[in-house]
């Protein structure tokens, strides 16, 4: 539009006639020949500005807009991942402040049972989702917790008196009866048992604690499933004819209990409620002098190892006096609930009502040399014979040279 409203360059004066003119004008051409011109500059020079204001306006609108389209289509294809990242973010924050907030009760905890009060001194720790690394850090092996969401989808959660007593009614299971503060075992089919699940008081009770009987049923082994805490077992890497069974069935009437001890080797136990109701007591390390633990006792293993027994009972009011200077971390575990109780603590589990459970037990890096040091206390292990550069050995290969060093 422009270019039609300019005259032809042949219609221009040429470049040297310009000159020319315009070193004369002053001199010799009078002032109204330029005032004929004028309109014809004014009108191209408005026309001109014009354009410029259009052209930018319009540049700077194409612009606006294509960068509003490219926004909208950003959020669009990022609104999804942007939802994704801030409730990850809200996750990890959940979790971050999660584990500080138990952090917090376990130092607190450690305060009250390192104090010179006695008696209970905090609560075990109930957690779920607990990643396996803050798993190994802060408790395996060092501090009891309880894991509420690895037992959800067990097999064994559908387990009721009834259905063992018509699948395996027959079978002889061991169990233990108390009365008259006199304790008895016995060997008895598991229906004699059941018949008398719920025939008990405070002073007379029965204990099924059998570690065969999942063993030589492996259908029934088999309901119970592996979490990830106790998928790395060294135990396994033992030969099968003197490594531990790992798969108790504990089964007691109300008010029954077990006795005050350390597990066997030293090892991390597990307790897994299937029914009822298990309270526990838990003492950390170092009151061995409190608590009248008989000397000179042996597990009876293939593997020999001491047996830590205390005459104790945690739960007997009568004994209130004998244990005033104790201190302990206490629990109620229902079912669904996985407990890991660490090497060094002294334990004892009571059944407020009728209580099915399966217990278990772990040696893993964190805890193998703790293990193998209670191996060599029984008898069946010779130090000596352990490779010279065992302190150059992964957690894994250490055990693995123990198999050659069985005592036969």
Not at 77 to 84: F, H, K, P, S, T
Request: proline share 6%.
């Amino acid at each position: 539009m422009v270019r039609r409203r300019l005259k032809t360059s042949s219609q221009l004066p040429a470049k040297s006639e310009l000159k020319q003119s315009g070193s004369s004008l002053s001199s010799s051409q009078p002032f109204g020949i330029w005032c004929l011109h004028l309109p014809a500059v004014l009108a191209i020079t408005t026309l001109c500005i014009t354009s410029f204001i259009f052209m930018k306006n319009f540049v700077g609108f194409e612009v606006q807009w294509n960068h509003t389209i490219t926004n909208e289509k950003r959020s669009q294809d990022y609104a999804g991942q942007d939802e994704i990242l801030e409730e990850t973010h809200r996750q990890l924050k959940g979790v971050t402040e999660d584990g500080a907030r138990f952090e917090f009760q376990r130092q607190e905890n450690f305060k009250a049972c390192s104090g010179r009060e006695s008696g209970s001194c905090g609560k075990v720790d109930k957690r779920q989702k607990l990643s396996l690394q803050e798993f190994h850090d802060v408790y395996d092996g060092k501090w009891p917790v309880i894991v509420t969401d690895v037992m959800s989808t067990w097999p064994a959660m559908n387990w009721t008196a009834d259905f063992f007593k018509k699948q395996y009614g027959r079978s002889r299971v061991t169990m233990t009866t108390y009365a008259n503060s006199e304790k008895s075992g016995f060997s008895v089919p598991l229906e004699i048992f059941l018949d008398h699940l719920h025939m008990s008081t405070p002073r007379t009770w029965t204990y099924l604690q059998d570690e065969l009987f999942l063993i030589q049923n492996p259908k029934l082994r088999a309901h119970i499933l592996q979490p990830i805490y106790v998928e790395e077992d060294f135990f396994q890497l033992l030969p099968a004819s003197v490594r531990p069974w790992d798969c108790m069935l504990l089964w007691g009437t109300a008010h029954s209990r077990s006795s005050l001890h350390i597990d066997p080797y030293n090892w991390t136990g597990t307790n897994a409620v299937i029914s009822g109701l298990k309270r526990w007591k838990l003492l950390p390390p170092g009151q061995d002098k409190l608590l009248s633990v008989t000397p000179g006792r042996r597990c009876g293993f293939p593997l020999e190892c001491v047996k830590y027994n205390s005459e104790l009972d945690l739960f007997d009011p009568d004994q209130a006096h004998s244990l005033s200077k104790i201190k302990y971390l206490e629990v109620d575990q229902g079912p669904g609930e996985m407990l890991f109780i660490p090497p060094g603590w002294f334990h004892q589990a009571n059944n407020a009502v009728p209580t099915l459970a399966v217990a278990g037990q772990l040696m893993n890096s964190n805890n193998f040399q703790t293990v193998l040091e209670e191996m060599f206390k029984g008898g069946s292990l010779e130090r000596s014979s352990l490779p010279n550069n065992i302190d150059n050995m992964a957690p894994e290969d250490v055990v693995r040279s123990v198999e050659i060093t069985l005592v036969e």
